[in-house]
């Protein structure tokens, strides 16, 4: 079935860069994403990746897929006090028909950044 | 554009009570997403609707769940009566049809305690 994976919690220095991972199951994912939430507010998609791409850079934002290992990762540069939040990694998914038009959401990876 | 409006932010009700949430989704989006969010389960997809017409409910907990899109610019879902294993966030989110590499506009969300 679809389940997608993440780290519960992850606490960095400010300054240092963070790595967030996330492995899903549905290897005929297309699209991927990483979403942000900050408390008391709703996610916010931060970037994506189509399944073509190996990697995708995005200004501090580096997202890494391996679609031999269905992993997927989002590296912070330089982070932030104001990038502590939960990281969300989501995956559209696939049914009997081809693409769904759900998107299945991690655990949710929370960010503690310390100053 | 003001982005997925939701209310209201906060709802407390009593156990046995009807809940009414309310959504209106981003003016041109053809999808509207109904998600719940608890500490135990993270996020969970209820109900999805395309050009307002309920397409994948499997998602809904219980008869005790009912939502409804009468036309493109509103939505509700309704708990009918509530209990307090309902409390969560629960979050509406639209889409375009024309690119899944916007995913998902999400709400501020519902926080809803039953006491």
């Known amino acids: 079935g679809e389940d997608v994976e993440q780290s519960l919690f992850l606490s960095v220095r400010e300054g240092d860069s963070s790595v967030i991972n996330c492995t899903y199951t549905?290897?005929?994912?297309?699209?991927l994403y990483w979403y942000k939430q900050e408390p008391g507010a709703g996610l916010q998609l931060l970037t994506y990746i189509f399944s073509n791409m190996d990697m995708k850079q995005d200004q501090r934002l580096t997202v890494l897929l391996n679609k031999k290992d269905k992993h997927l990762s989002l590296r912070i540069a330089d982070t932030q006090t104001g990038d502590s939040a939960i990281y969300f990694c989501a995956e559209r998914t696939h049914g009997s028909g081809g693409a769904t038009n759900k998107l299945i959401f991690g655990t949710g990876t929370l960010l503690a950044v310390q100053p | 554009d003001a982005g997925v409006i939701q209310s209201p932010r906060h709802e407390v009700t009593e156990m046995g009570q009807e809940v009414t949430l309310r959504c209106k989704p981003i003016s041109g989006h053809d999808y509207l997403f109904w998600y719940r969010q608890t500490m135990m389960r993270g996020l969970e997809l209820l109900i999805y609707?395309?050009?307002?017409?309920?397409i994948d409910d499997s998602g809904m907990p219980e008869d005790r769940f009912s939502a409804k899109m009468p036309n493109a610019s509103f939505s509700t879902l309704k708990i009918q009566p509530s209990e307090p294993r309902d409390s969560a966030v629960y979050f509406c989110?639209?889409?375009?049809?024309?690119?899944w590499g916007y995913g998902y506009t999400f709400g501020s969300g519902t926080r809803l305690t039953v006491v």
């Open positions: 609707f395309n050009n307002n017409v309920p």
């Open positions: 549905d290897s005929s994912s297309t699209y």
């Open positions: 989110a639209s889409r375009t049809q024309a690119s």
